[in-house]
């Protein structure tokens, strides 16, 4: 992920965007991922119908309690190879920014938002 110091990305389509399908999940499972080389938890995170229910490890340790992951409302990218993480195979990519001190900070929806599981960004 880049940080805020960092130059803009070369420039690209609209077309190569799109070309990323990021959709609206949410969180029914984590665990945690004592197996991985830096701190991270397994999820499991429902898309709904179509896309269903996929795994992946998240780098996320630092700001979310595992408690705390049931139920939040991620955008992660669902069209991306799958990448075996030590035992973990990862189907999706969680998006999220850093914060001051590089911690990630999950990009999610609002619990209240009337948005459903699987719904794509436009």
Request: charged share 25%.
């Given at each position: ?87 973990v195979r990862s189907e999706v990519l969680v998006l999220g ?26």
């Amino acid at each position: 992920m880049r940080k805020p110091a960092e130059p803009v990305a070369p420039e690209i389509s609209a077309e190569d965007f799109f070309t990323a399908d990021i959709r609206l999940g949410t969180i029914t499972r984590a665990e945690p991922f004592p197996e991985a080389r830096k701190p991270a938890y397994k999820l499991w995170i429902d898309f709904g119908e179509g896309v269903g229910e996929k795994r992946s490890s998240a780098q996320i340790t630092d700001l979310y309690r595992l408690e705390d992951l049931v139920g939040r409302r991620v955008l992660a990218v669902v069209n991306f190879p799958p990448r075996q993480i030590g035992p973990v195979r990862s189907e999706v990519l969680v998006l999220g920014v850093h914060d001051k001190s590089g911690n990630v900070v999950l990009l999610e929806v609002p619990a209240h938002a009337d948005v459903a599981n699987g719904v794509g960004v436009s």
